[in-house]
């Protein structure tokens, strides 16, 4: 029997813990890393969740719970990923974050290790700049779509250096693990996002403009388009800090078609962010 490739995934929040799950659930042994013990134990006590949660859906087996969870190792030392052969970041979406966390890698991962990014807006040759000229071979995007328990999809970028072995060899575990990869160039916003966020400025100026409220706007884009969530359910799912972030990447990148809007701005300063618990513009507290 063929030996699978050792899996690292750096960050345990919302994508990178996720990420982690569909490689042991797909039966490799993974080793997931975040900065605290507690943050680690906050991500595993929530990936017992949503393993018991798709259980009692019949997305899974009983017996894959304790299977899944038992592949997953957890870490604050960035040493263990030595033996990795395919790691992948998901930190927090701004490229000083992420250069700390390629650098770390770049010096303990064998010359052979693949390091991929989990972002969703920053081109991957800029991100590439921060390991070595002889990794960048080694170094693709994989953004993967939240939950990623459950969405299919994972665009794969090749940065300028890329090798082609490594397109190769991240295309054929996003189907290992159950995703549909597609082929995506190197650009701000990567395809989907920079269609997505097109409706998402327009469903804000509709707001502005007074022409539908966002629980209609919401209930339009899933009966009338056939969406499974509305742009304003999505931005408090993903946060809305987050979604001016990128935003502001493309807006850099393409100009005025993406040009945050002034309400998004002000409800981010004002904290109406959405996330878990806290008010955005379909939860208590954010209208």
């Known amino acids: 029997m063929e030996q699978k490739e050792r899996i690292g995934v750096v960050g345990a929040g919302l994508m990178g813990r996720e990420i982690a799950l569909v490689f042991a659930l797909a039966g490799y042994k993974v080793l997931l890393c975040d900065q605290t013990e507690s943050h680690l134990a906050q991500a595993m006590e929530r990936l017992g969740q949503i393993l018991e949660k798709g259980v009692g859906r019949g997305f899974y087996k009983e017996e894959d719970v304790l299977r899944a969870l038992g592949d997953i190792a957890t870490t604050t030392d960035f040493g263990l990923f030595a033996d990795r052969d395919f790691v992948t970041e998901a930190v927090f979406e701004r490229e000083d974050v992420k250069a700390a966390v390629f650098t770390k890698l770049d010096a303990v991962c064998r010359p052979s290790c693949v390091i991929a990014t989990n972002t969703s807006t920053i081109p991957i040759s800029v991100l590439a700049s921060h390991v070595s000229e002889a990794r960048r071979p080694n170094f693709i995007g994989t953004h993967y779509f939240s939950p990623v328990s459950r969405m299919k999809l994972v665009e794969v970028m090749p940065g300028f250096a890329t090798a082609p072995a490594t397109v190769d060899l991240a295309m054929r575990l996003c189907r290992s693990v159950g995703k549909t990869p597609i082929a995506i ?56 800090s987050l979604c001016l972030q990128a935003q502001e990447i493309m807006f850099e990148a393409y100009g005025e078609r993406f040009r945050p809007r002034p309400l998004l701005k002000q409800r981010v300063r004002a904290g109406l962010v959405g996330g878990r618990g806290k008010p955005g513009w379909r939860t208590p507290g954010g209208n």
């Open 185 to 240: 160039k190197d650009v701000p916003g990567f395809a989907v996002n920079r269609l997505l966020h097109v409706l998402m400025i327009e469903a804000v100026r509709l707001v502005e403009e007074g022409v539908a409220t966002p629980e209609d706007i919401d209930t339009a884009c899933k009966l009338g388009l056939g969406h499974p969530m509305g742009p304003f359910e999505l931005m408090d799912a993903t946060t809305s």
